[in-house]
């Protein structure tokens, strides 16, 4: 079958591997005009991992991510009060990587070694199905006519707007604004240390790593409309809400200033009945962005991405049954996990002294490896059963 993925990102070219393994003919379309760089580090580990494994990108992925060796929450002063390892959260210092989410996709795409076609600089604008072909018409004019398309354009995904509807019918606000930014020659520096620094409607996070990079994350407790493209204005309604608060955060928005690189979006969950409609699919955070406060956004779109070739795969060409295994498989334990973020953004942005206290509680409780072991890794823990089979492709 031709399959159209739409977007370069993580799920897009998993499977778009993994369609290719099967046999079939996937052709990937990114609306960036190249694989985009930079971006915030994503914490890859769970089943997300047991995919790149079954890639075999595991060592690439070790070779350009980083191992943090300790989280630490800190005062206003910079004093340390708690640390833990990542490690201890996640359930494994083996099975774990931090990584770039540019790189991480990248890893992927590579894996592909150019067997796929990939058109940049363009996004689809019309699908038609018509119940036997989908007719896609692209922003640049072009035309083409696939048996499947899927969406794996992110958050935003305009393949679910086409399809599916507006995208307030499935998003979920959390209420929380995230940005995040690089920047080299930043210090204090703690090599791979992530320092974690609190107050009420935020949290400040900085990384330190190799090659004098610094990466900082924030995240903001913020009801409203936030400004959706425009980065001058996001900046500002950063400055405005952090003036005066405190630690390393008027360095740190000194710092942003400077930065080449800038993402700002608001923090939200897509929950949708289906995923798929007609000969229209969605993988990642277009199908079920779990957000960040799951962190395990990337390992989702991957075991989405496995699970959905996968049934395609052994459908003989039944891409509606294929679809529908594809849901009932996946649907339960994807909305486990977002359930699961239910009182998180305790952690990533208190919204009163109370809450601020507790969260503090809590980070001093995740130093005893027993207590992170029992509180964070249930929750963490990856209740799927990825589906074995054997690609009747060769491997790209
Ligand atoms: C700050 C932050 C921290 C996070 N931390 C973690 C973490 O620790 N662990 C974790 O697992 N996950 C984390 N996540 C979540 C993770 O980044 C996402 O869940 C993951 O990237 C989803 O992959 P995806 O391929 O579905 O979407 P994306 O990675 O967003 O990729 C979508 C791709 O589609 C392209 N695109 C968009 N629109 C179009 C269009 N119209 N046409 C063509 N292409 C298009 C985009 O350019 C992009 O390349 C975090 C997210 C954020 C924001």
Redesign the pocket.
Known sequence: MKVLV???????PTLAYWLLRAGHEPVL????PAL?RGG?????WGA?FDVAEKMDIVAELRRRGHRFTEARAVTSRGKGFASFTPGAIVGSDERYV?IP?SDL?ATVHDALEGRVETIFDD??STLEDDGVRVRVTFESGYEREVDLVVG????????RRLVFGPQERFERRLGIV?C?FDVTGYGPRDDLVAVMYAGIGFQLVRLSMPGDVTMF?ITLRHAGDVPETDPVAQQDLLRERLAGAGGETSAALEAMSSSDSF?F?RVSQIRMPAWTRGRVGL????AA??S?LA???????MIEAYVLAAELAGSGGDHAGAFSRYEERLASFVRAKQDGVRGLGVAFAPRNRGQLILRNAVLRLLGQPFVAARVMGTSFRDAVELPVWTPAGSSP
């Open positions: 739409v977007g370069v990102g993580v799920a897009g379309v990114e609306r960036a985009r915030h580090l994503v914490d890859f997300g931090s989410r996709a996004t689809v794996a354009d992110g958050l935003h995904s305009r393949v995230v995040a994350l993402y979006d993988v990642g955070d277009a962005c779990p960040l962190g395990q956004g990337s390992a989702l779109a």
